[in-house]
């Protein structure tokens, strides 16, 4: 009586290997799944049971009770390692589609995550810094250090210090950081033409 269901589930089960041998390829929950060499595998561990039992049943009148019996455990046993053999080569091979596609993704981490390389460093003259400073704070009055403030895009109250000296040796150095004193270069002489600009070197202008 439990022949007949059993041959029905393993007609199933071959069916199944069958599709494994042809397409190479099959999907199973938790994003596993089996393809190539290993589905094909697997594909011959599901189909092996039935042509088994097919002889066992033709052969029936010709075997022993023996012989039936011991085809029927090695049936079982083909049926068990058949099932079992799909997740547990799927497990083995772990060729799932999350870590195919963090493979592909996984060159462009470290593109994106690299840092931008450092802009080269000018040489600065100190002293034609000096020079500079000297000039924002004696050749230029309040008004006129604060319209040039203005013009760069400075806040003339949130540079540090008291006194236009200080601020001005501010203005220079937050300029000097940026490699950008000549901004200051430029804005002052739109500002003051009659201050002679040109005697600042090359390293600022």
């Known amino acids: 009586m439990l022949a007949c269901p059993l041959m029905i589930f393993e007609l199933f089960v071959f069916l199944g290997g069958l599709y494994l041998l042809i397409t190479g390829k099959l999907k199973l929950p938790n994003n596993l799944q089996l393809e190539g060499r290993p589905a094909r595998l697997a594909g011959i561990l599901l189909a092996a049971p039935l042509p088994l039992a097919v002889v066992r049943l033709v052969a029936r009148s010709a075997l022993s009770t023996q012989a039936q019996t011991s085809l029927g455990v090695v049936e079982l046993a083909l049926l068990l390692i058949g099932l079992i053999s799909v997740p547990t080569i799927a497990l083995l091979t772990k060729t799932t589609p999350k870590s195919a596609a963090s493979a592909q993704t996984a060159p462009i981490a470290p593109a994106l995550e690299k840092p931008a390389a450092p802009a080269p460093e000018l040489p600065v003259d100190r002293p034609q810094l000096t020079q500079l400073r ?72």
């Open 134 to 205: 000297l000039i924002l704070a004696e050749r230029f009055d309040e008004e006129e250090f604060r319209t040039l403030c203005f013009d760069l895009g400075i806040d003339y109250d949130e540079l540090r210090g008291e006194g236009q000296a200080a601020k001005a040796r501010e203005l220079v150095a937050y300029f000097e950081r940026r490699q950008q004193v000549d901004k200051i270069i430029q804005a002052g002489r739109l500002q003051r033409p009659d201050i002679a600009w040109k005697e600042l070197t090359p390293p600022i202008q």
